[in-house]
């Protein structure tokens, strides 16, 4: 039986990748003969929730989090080679975009290809973040979107625009109903609500590839840093612009979503541990303006 289900996951995978590249072929045609293929705005546009879910405006929360920057800067300050912020932010971002591949785009994608195991992937995920305040940063945005996606999103893709996309609302559906069954929801029974796996699932509910999923997510998480270290007067509002739109960053998250892009879920592990470490030193802090 699972056998048969895999099998009919695959071909709908494949199916969604022909489309994909044929949508692309007649692109191409367009562009040669000089004339703009009309789409159908009855048919569902995959950049619409790309643009939804790319918006700063998403109610994440994400805002509250620098994703360990701030306790990096502060205890940069206590070596005895100190260089400027600026650089410092530079190097950060890196290993900061490197790590959140290594932990989380396995998951991610997992989530993406199997979405009916989203409760099992998401209760490997919580067993596999050590760090308690990366732990509580997922789930508090996790959560949100799990919010966003009933409050929301729901409505406009239900009934589901494509047959691949059913199983994913169908999961997202099961999988609120026993997050809101627990009496606790922060003991350690049941769904959790992490970020990576239900962001997986949300967006081939709404209609995108993988690998818009996956470049969506690191693109985000990259967005993020760079808000904390212009809130934290790091660098400027232009030099976060020039940061984002850069060749380095388009390049970086793509090496790292195509490093991560086979990775099992039992293999995936943190690249910077010193990076969980600034992340947990964050609440001994004397001064903060973020939660982690």
Known sequence: MEGKQTQEQGLEEEIVDL???????????AL??????????????????????ADSALPLGGFAYSNGLES?????K????????????????????????????????????EPDMLETIDNDFDASTPCVVAQRASLAQGRALLGVWERSFRMAYIPPTADA??????SLESFFNHLKSRIDPD??????????????????AMGLSAQQTAYLYMLNHAKGVVSAAVRSSVIGPYKAQLILAS?????????????????????AGQLVP???????????????????
């Open 19 to 29: 489309e994909r590249r044929l949508a692309n072929v007649k692109l191409r045609q």
């Open 32 to 53: 040669a003969t000089g004339k703009t293929p009309f789409q159908d705005p009855s048919n569902p546009i995959p950049a619409h929730a790309l643009l939804l879910l």
């Open 72 to 76: 990096y800067l502060a205890h940069l």
């Open 78 to 113: 206590l070596q005895e080679r100190v260089s400027s912020p600026a650089a410092a932010f530079d190097s950060f971002l890196t290993i900061s975009i490197a790590s959140m591949a290594s932990t989380s785009l396995p998951y991610l994608l997992a989530a993406y290809r």
């Open 165 to 170: 996309a059913a199983t994913a609302i169908k």
């Open 187 to 204: 003991e350690g029974l049941g769904p959790n609500g992490h970020l990576a796996p239900l962001w997986a699932v949300v967006c081939r």
């Open 247 to 267: 060749q380095r960053v388009q390049e970086t998250i793509a090496h790292r979503i195509e490093r991560e892009w086979d990775t099992p879920v039992d293999r």
């Open 274 to 292: 010193t990076l969980d470490l600034w992340v947990g030193r964050h609440e001994l802090l004397y001064s903060r303006i973020f939660n982690s």
